[in-house]
């Protein structure tokens, strides 16, 4: 059992809330940034890159942002509308407020960095004058990530996302997505992550983004005590991720559920915990249990963080059930079925 159920009578899927940028990876790599001379554009930002891999796997998918008023900012539109992701909520900044722009540095296959523009960035200046009740009503669940909860006004564009969301029985998914560049201090963090999990349905973070949102409350927390805490505020599920430890569900129905991660060779360690949130999301959507929903990320995450880029490399729901089943005859089961 899952623990989580969807309004299927809703026209969407799923709408995520914040962070669209543009992705500037090297295309000669293994090299320190500072000698990288030729980059790759792509759409990136975690939220956007989710919506990108939910319309992959044939989801009907929403997006909530703001965006330059540009050749950038049209890119990352025109961007979602081949994917046929809607762009009717993306509002086009007014203030000359810039796309946050990325670039990343591939040292070696295990060895990432990123440097991050995100001065005066239009997804950050998200009203919450830009927030369509009715766009959210007629969606199964919305995506808020943590990086919108960095700064004003996008933090009460997202805290009125999700009250339309709780009003309309709207799941709401919490994508913790720390980036440090974004925050002026740690208890402003804990602040709004903390009001934000208590009223989610689900919780997707790395052990490290947990402590952190712990830091006040809890530190050191174990993953059981973790999980207990934020479900006991009504969470349905807590999702743990430990890098190359694999990762570890946590249901409202007493379901602990455990996935390794399957071997691949790595490009990048970075990017890979979009394509398994995408891929987690879409199959708890499709009413799968929770540790084919994890395996099934887990396999997504594997083959990005094996290609060059982040939103270019989404897979379709094929091209995943192939991979595990190869990657099975190979090298054996990567789930612990509890």
């Not at 943590?146 to 919490?174: D, N, Q």
């Not at 455990?258 to 990017?271: E, Q």
């Amino acid at each position: 059992m899952t623990g989580i159920q969807f309004d299927c009578s809703k026209a969407m899927d799923i709408i995520p809330v914040g962070r669209v940028t543009i992705d500037f990876n090297p295309v000669d790599i293994n090299k320190p940034l500072d000698e990288s001379a030729t980059f790759r554009k792509y759409l990136g930002g975690s939220p956007a890159n989710i919506a990108v891999g939910m319309a992959r796997l044939d989801k009907k998918v929403g997006f909530i942002s703001k965006v330059s008023d540009d050749r950038f900012g049209r890119f990352v539109t025109s961007y979602f509308k081949k994917e046929g992701i809607d762009t009717s909520n993306i509002v086009v900044a007014k203030n000359g407020e810039s796309l946050g722009l990325t670039f990343t540095e591939i040292l070696s296959p295990t060895e990432s960095s990123i440097l991050m523009y995100r001065n005066g960035v239009a997804d950050l200046a998200l009203s919450p004058e830009d927030i369509n009740e009715r766009y959210i009503k007629n969606a199964k669940a919305i995506v808020i990530s943590g990086t919108a909860l960095a700064a004003s006004p996008s933090r009460e564009a997202s805290l009125l996302a999700l009250e339309y969301a709780k009003k309309h029985g709207t799941a709401v998914i919490f994508d913790i997505d720390y980036r440090n560049y974004s925050w002026k201090s740690k208890m402003e963090l804990v602040i709004y992550y903390s009001a934000v999990a208590r009223s989610s349905d689900i919780i997707l973070g790395s052990r490290e983004e947990y402590d952190l949102m712990e830091s006040v409350i809890a530190p050191g927390s174990s993953d059981q005590a973790t999980a207990d805490r934020w479900l006991a505020y009504g969470n349905k599920i807590i999702v743990i991720k430990h890098g190359k430890e694999g990762s570890v569900a946590y249901t409202n129905t007493g379901g602990v559920y455990t996935v390794k991660p399957f071997p691949v060779k790595l490009l990048k360690s970075f990017g890979g915990g979009d394509a398994y949130a995408s891929a987690f999301l879409y199959g708890l959507m499709e009413g799968w249990e929770v540790i084919d929903c994890l395996e099934f990320g887990s396999a997504s995450a594997a083959m990005l963080v094996a290609s060059h880029s982040c939103s270019d490399a989404m897979s379709g729901s094929e091209a995943i059930l192939e991979f595990i089943q190869k990657a099975k005859a190979e090298y054996g089961e990567m789930v612990v079925r509890a």
